[in-house]
């Protein structure tokens, strides 16, 4: 015995689209970043400029070509110290306890280029 089945065909009506009143857009801005300082750059800058400079850039490449431009050994030095695995710093824990050299500057920031040359 053959069932056949047939497809039922249903018609409906559409209503009319009435129009929605337009909602508005709200959108909110984040606040803008505040620019990093472009910091000028000397020959003789000081390690904590150039790594300022290196961090205010947002770019690899620019970040590398600051490096490349103060290609030094104390930066390489301060570099090595830091991301080096295999070196072990024997700097004591806690407070160290730095005397201050006689015939020293008054100025807390030492150069590490001049210190570097010594």
Known sequence: MAM???KKTTTRTRKAATPKPAAKKTTTRKPAKPKAEKITLTP???VHDI??????????AKKLEILRNY???FIKAVLIWNF???IISVLPEGEVPIQQKENADKN???NI????EK
């Open 44 to 46: 003789t800058s000081l």
């Open 84 to 86: 080096d695995e295999t």
């Open 4 to 6: 056949t089945t047939t």
């Open 71 to 73: 290609n030094e050994n």
């Open 51 to 60: 790594f300022s400079a290196i961090s205010s850039e947002r770019t690899k």
């Open 108 to 110: 807390p920031n030492t």
């Open 113 to 116: 280029r001049k210190e570097w």
